[in-house]
């Protein structure tokens, strides 16, 4: 992960180098909650979580990059709807989505 990290910031700026900085730290994050979830760490970790609340940290986390590209960004939900899943793995499926909104698709 090191060796990837340097040479992916030897890459010249561009939109299409900015995408692949932001997705191997979803890499990097993910290898480390399995690393966490295998030592035992998550075995405690509530089964609820406010989905409006994670989902407007995870859209913040994205939208430095959507306006990095000029695209238009915004973040309408409500806190206090909680869902049966845990934090991590909701925080983990955001990222993958809003992550690949912006991996593949158009500005």
Known sequence: MTALRLDVD???????????????????????????SARGSGAHRSAVADAGAVTRRRSDFWAALAHDEGRPW???CDEGLLV??????????LDALLGNVLSHTEP
Request: hydrophobic letters at 50%; proline letters at 5%; glycine letters at 0%.
């Open 10 to 36: 030897a890459l010249p700026t561009s939109p299409a180098a900015r995408r692949v900085v932001h997705d191997l730290l979803a890499l990097e994050v993910a290898v480390d909650r399995v690393i966490r």
């Open 74 to 76: 915004r973040c309408d």
């Open 84 to 93: 049966a899943l845990d934090e991590e793995d909701l925080s983990a499926a």
